[in-house]
Structures are given as C-alpha cells and as structure tokens.
C-alpha cells in the first residue's frame, strides 16, 4: 500500500546511530555494503549492539588477586599487574569492571596477611627426623593434620597422589647472595586463597610409599606432571 511504502533511506535515517557506529556496522558487514543495501532491522541491531564484553570478569578478578599476593610480598612488579587489570576494562568498553581489578587485589593481600599471621603449625616439629603422609600433586606435600604444606627436598620421582615419605624437617632458606635463590620467598607465594602458604622443607627425602590417586582429578594432575616434568638428557 502506498500509505506503507517507506525506502531503506528514510528507515535507516531513522535510527539513532552516528557516522562512526554506522561505518563500524559497515567494517563488520563486510566491504562493498552501503546503509541503503542493508535490511534495517539488521542495521538497527548493529547499531545498539554492545562493543564490550571480549573479557571475562573472572580474568580481572584474578589479576587483582595476582597482585595484591604480590603486593604483599614486596614484589616491584605487582603495581603492573594491577595496572593490566584496569586498563584491560578500559579497553574492554566497560571501566567499572576495574573495580573488580581493586576487589580481587583487597582479598589477595587480606588472604596473604593472614596466612602470614598464623603461627606455624609445623614449628614443633622443624629440626627433627619425621616421617610425614600427604597429598603430592608434584610440587608439594599438603597435610591434613596439622592442615600445612611442606617442599621436599629432593623431589621424589612419584606421580601425583598419596605419599609417606620421611627425612629432616628444616625452615626455608633465604637469598644466601645478592640475585640468588630466595626458596623462603618462593614458598610463601605458594599460599593462595584458601591454601596454606608452606612453612617447611623436608630435606634427605626419602620415599616409602605411594599410592596414585585414581580420580578424574588425579588424571588430570598426572599429565600435568608428565608434561612439566624434566626430560633426563643421556
């Protein structure tokens, strides 16, 4: 019906999008297209489309907890990571999202300053002969009782799962040079948000027992382990 009859011009310049937007729709539609070519509906959709939402949440949380743990340990590069978290929400079109940057770094430091605080569960025993079982999920032995994490020394050549293993029961070490090692500062980045940061290096270690843990986690663990373990040169 004439009284109907409306042109792509007329609906296109009904829309509420400026030159850039239109020229961005144009860019994703592909090359060639001119507004009066393309179905209004599809144009309009375009239009209102949101540019954001290209990263996840969870990875800006994530950098924020990364450097408040880092920030707690003194490490110069965490200002960086928080940096990366903000303007990754900038980039990302959606800048309150950086709140979840500061959010993540408020509980990563919170969660370091109280692992640090707590008294250390295997100071009765450090000096001594003890023979200790816990989960190995290749890097370290986490106890249940008392609820601790311990570095052994050397590391046994055992896949992930239940271990018994036996030796001396000494502190971490510091940086003995100038640009060296710091093995005490290493573990206490181990600690995390719900995981004990070690306190303890178990060295002489023996191993007397073990037992693979058979579960869809355990199979996971083990190709982790196969796949960082290092190759043996003959």
Same mark, same amino acid.
Do not use: H
């Given at each position: 019906?004439?009284?109907?009859?409306?042109?792509?011009?007329?609906?296109?310049?009904?829309?509420?999008?400026?030159?850039?937007?239109?020229?961005?729709?144009?860019?994703?539609?592909?090359?060639?297209?001119?507004?009066?070519?393309?179905?209004?509906?599809?144009?309009?959709?375009?239009?209102?489309?949101?540019?954001?939402?290209?990263?996840?949440?969870?990875?800006?949380?994530?950098?924020? *907890?990364?450097?408040?743990?880092?920030?707690?340990?003194?490490?110069?590069?965490?200002?960086? *990571?928080?940096?990366?978290?903000?303007?990754?929400?900038?980039?990302?079109?959606?800048?309150?999202?950086?709140?979840?940057?500061?959010?993540?770094?408020?509980?990563?430091?919170?969660?370091?300053?109280?692992?640090?605080?707590?008294?250390?569960?295997?100071?009765?025993?450090?000096?001594?002969? *003890?023979?200790?079982?816990?989960?190995?999920?290749?890097?370290?032995?986490?106890?249940?009782?008392?609820?601790?994490?311990?570095?052994?020394?050397?590391?046994?050549?055992?896949?992930?799962?239940?271990?018994?293993?036996?030796?001396?029961?000494?502190?971490?070490?510091?940086?003995?040079?100038?640009?060296?090692?710091?093995?005490?500062?290493?573990?206490?980045?181990?600690?995390?948000?719900?995981?004990?940061?070690?306190?303890?290096?178990?060295?002489?270690?023996?191993?007397?027992?073990?037992?693979?843990?058979?579960?869809?986690?355990?199979?996971?663990?083990?190709?982790?382990?196969?796949?960082?373990?290092?190759?043996?040169?003959?």
């Amino acid at each position: 019906m004439p009284g109907n009859d409306m042109s792509g011009s007329q609906m296109t310049s009904s829309l509420p999008a400026s030159g850039a937007q239109t020229g961005r729709v144009l860019g994703r539609l592909g090359s060639g297209r001119t507004p009066e070519s393309i179905p209004p509906a599809v144009l309009e959709a375009a239009v209102l489309e949101r540019p954001g939402g290209r990263v996840a949440w969870t990875v800006l949380l994530a950098l924020g *907890v990364i450097g408040g743990i880092q920030l707690g340990l003194g490490a110069q590069w965490s200002a960086l *990571v928080l940096v990366a978290g903000v303007a990754l929400a900038v980039w990302d079109a959606r800048p309150l999202l950086g709140v979840l940057t500061l959010v993540g770094t408020m509980a990563g430091y919170a969660s370091l300053r109280t692992q640090q605080a707590q008294p250390d569960r295997l100071a009765p025993w450090t000096g001594a002969l *003890v023979t200790m079982r816990g989960d190995w999920d290749g890097q370290l032995l986490t106890l249940s009782d008392p609820r601790a994490r311990v570095a052994l020394s050397p590391k046994p050549e055992a896949r992930p799962g239940s271990l018994v293993v036996s030796g001396r029961l000494v502190g971490p070490e510091g940086r003995r040079t100038p640009g060296g090692f710091d093995q005490a500062a290493w573990l206490r980045a181990q600690g995390g948000l719900f995981t004990p940061a070690p306190t303890g290096v178990l060295v002489g270690t023996q191993l007397r027992q073990q037992a693979p843990e058979e579960s869809l986690r355990g199979w996971f663990r083990r190709g982790w382990w196969l796949a960082c373990r290092p190759v043996k040169r003959r």
